[in-house]
């Protein structure tokens, strides 16, 4: 009697471990505010292109000789206009219902239009006022029958997150 008991009592702290794990895995969030960066779970609302190249003359005046200079200047990717509503927030804290962002992308269409659900990285250009998206980052997320959010493979937000910031955002100055 003693010994399932015991046995029962082990079973309940190992489930409650568990659970709690579970818990802090899908409300990891963090901030820094120094950093221009938002991770945020977002749903797909509308992914539509637009011509980078439109607008690209800029006519200005030599300042030595008083000629006038025409500059022309090339994107080599396709732009993206993209609307996501914010589900959740991963990384800063965007205080928004839904996100408007500009995307480039140099193979075609961005990979993240073909998932329901995914975790977009980006940045805030404060001089233009416009969020651009980090190119080429993004995690496919589902919600698991339990509430909490996995990567396609089973990994934790906090998982995919810590990824991204040890080898790619670092690598590209982001993070140190």
């Known amino acids: 009697m003693n010994l399932t008991r015991l046995i029962i ?14 818990e802090q ?26 011509d980078p190249n439109e607008n690209n003359i800029k006519i200005e005046i030599d300042s030595i000789t008083g000629d006038t200079i025409q500059r022309v200047s090339y994107v080599m990717d396709k732009g993206f206009r993209n609307k996501y509503s914010l589900v959740k927030n991963v990384f800063n804290d965007l205080k928004l219902d839904t ?3 500009v995307a480039y992308d ?6 993240f239009e073909n998932y329901k659900h995914v975790i977009l990285y980006i940045s805030l250009n404060k001089e233009k006022n416009l969020y651009y998206h980090q190119k080429y980052l993004f995690d496919p997320v589902e ?15 906090k998982a995919l997150f ?6 790619v955002l670092t690598a590209r100055g982001i993070f140190e």
């Not at 140099?106 to 990979?111: D, L, Q, S, V």
């Not at 919600?143 to 937000?157: L, Q, R």
């Open 9 to 22: 009592g082990i079973v309940i702290v190992l489930v409650s471990c568990k659970s709690s794990q579970t």
């Open 25 to 50: 895995e899908n409300d990891f969030k963090m901030s820094n505010n120094t950093v221009n960066l938002y991770a945020f779970i977002g749903k797909k609302i509308s992914v539509s292109e637009f």
């Open 99 to 101: 996100i408007e962002f």
């Open 106 to 111: 140099h193979y075609g269409r961005p990979g």
């Open 143 to 157: 919600k698991t029958k339990n509430g909490t959010w996995k990567g396609s493979n089973g990994e934790s937000i």
């Open 162 to 167: 810590e990824e991204k910031k040890k080898d």
